[in-house]
């Protein structure tokens, strides 16, 4: 059964910091990765998109690794700025029909002005 | 410019009193998601619609139901709403998801779902 971990759980940090969030998951078996944003009571907004082929994506100030083999993804926030504040999720695509996606439950980042 | 609308953003409900939720999507994607969010939990998918194919996860329990009467819109149904039913329901869509290259779920702004 795949497990989707995000550690920390929270995250301060001062603005102008660059930091890195992770996501592990226990079955290598995926068609890609997602990262998300949350910011509260919201709906959740897309940031990177990573296939299994790939080892990396970039957008803005953001860049995602993905190492499959190892079952993990990291998420880059460059020079980090307090409208980042937000909760980010990663989710698996597991081999599958359905589409289906496993979220982790997210690592909530305050960045401090 | 709205992709996936959700409606209404905010439900109150009463115990037991039967619900709808409402998503409609402007991409004309073939697959509809709901997924429940309860508070500081990950998002859980409840079931989702492939065309008209309705895909139900083996453990959502039957009082949710879930009615796509077309390409746009699809609904989810809350039978008798309990406390515990009391969350976050978020509706995506994403095209074929055979379609491995292409495949990528976007969401709406979800529904926050109090019971009373």
């Known amino acids: 059964k795949q497990e989707v971990t995000q550690i920390p759980a929270a995250l301060s940090v001062p603005e102008g910091e660059n930091l890195v969030l992770n996501c592990s998951f226990t079955?290598?078996?995926?068609?890609?990765l997602q990262w998300f944003r949350q910011d509260p009571g919201k709906g959740l907004t897309s940031l990177l998109l990573?296939?299994?082929?790939?080892r990396e994506q970039t957008s803005g100030r953001l860049n995602a690794s993905l190492d499959k083999s190892s079952g993990r993804s990291t998420l880059y926030i460059a020079a980090s700025q307090p409208g980042d504040s937000a909760t980010y999720l990663c989710?698996?695509?597991?081999?599958?029909?359905?589409?289906?996606?496993?979220f982790g439950q997210g690592t909530t980042l305050q960045v401090k002005p | 410019d709205a992709m996936v609308i959700q409606n209404p953003r905010y439900q109150v409900t009463q115990f037991g009193k039967p619900v709808t939720l409402s998503c409609s999507q402007t991409?004309?994607?073939?697959?509809m998601y709901w997924y429940q969010q309860k508070s500081s939990q990950a998002p859980k998918l409840l079931f989702h619609?492939?065309?008209?194919?309705?895909?139900n996860e083996a453990d959502t329990p039957d009082n949710f139901q879930s009615r796509r009467p077309n390409t746009s819109f699809c609904f989810l149904d809350i039978r008798s709403p309990g406390l515990g039913d009391a969350a976050m329901y978020l509706c995506?869509?994403?095209?074929?998801?055979?379609?491995?290259?292409?495949?990528?779920?976007?969401f709406g702004p979800g529904t926050r779902l109090t019971v009373t």
């Open positions: 995506a869509t994403s095209r074929d998801p055979y379609m491995v290259s292409s495949y990528e779920q976007y």
């Open positions: 079955d290598s078996a995926i068609y890609n």
């Open positions: 990573i296939q299994s082929s790939q």
């Open positions: 989710a698996v695509r597991p081999y599958s029909n359905t589409g289906k996606l496993i």
């Open positions: 991409l004309n994607h073939n697959v």
């Open positions: 619609y492939y065309d008209k194919d309705f895909n």
